[in-house]
């Protein structure tokens, strides 16, 4: 799939790819989710990117909902709501409870993620983004 990304890519065209993070989606080592047919970590990811590619930026997708990581009501309400047979509330009901919390749905919307670009930080995103270019 790479090689044949790299030649259909114009001279200046960009190549942008996204994957989950096997350590974080799959800390076993199994993929489970039967639409991932691959994962990967970052160091993975990387190597192989720069076997077809001259230039690779990767980036990781942070939940940025709740901040700087530190626990509170909503993340906390958020924990309990997805915890088994919890989970099966109406979503009219979980939305409520989370508007009254925190005043945004249950699911996270668009801006409840950013990117970041530092290694340390990427290497613990759930999901891989990356830029590449010949």
Not at 120 to 126: A, D, F, M, Q, T
Request: contains cysteine.
């Amino acid at each position: 799939m790479l090689s044949e990304f790299k030649r259909v890519t114009k001279k200046d065209g960009l190549v942008i790819i996204s994957t989950p993070n096997i350590l974080v989606n799959s800390p076993d080592g199994v993929v489970r989710n039967p639409y991932h047919t691959q994962e990967w970590n970052y160091e993975q990811l990387d190597s192989l990117l720069k076997e077809f590619f001259a230039d690779v930026k990767l980036t990781g997708q942070e939940y940025a909902r709740y901040g700087n990581g530190k626990m509170s009501v909503g993340k906390m309400a958020e924990k309990i709501l997805y915890m088994r047979g919890v989970r099966k509330l109406p979503l009219k009901m979980q939305d409520a409870i989370m508007k009254m919390l925190i005043g945004k749905p249950m699911y996270p919307l668009p801006e409840d993620y950013s990117l970041t670009a530092e290694k340390n930080r990427i290497i613990k995103c759930k999901t891989f983004f990356a830029v590449c270019s010949k």
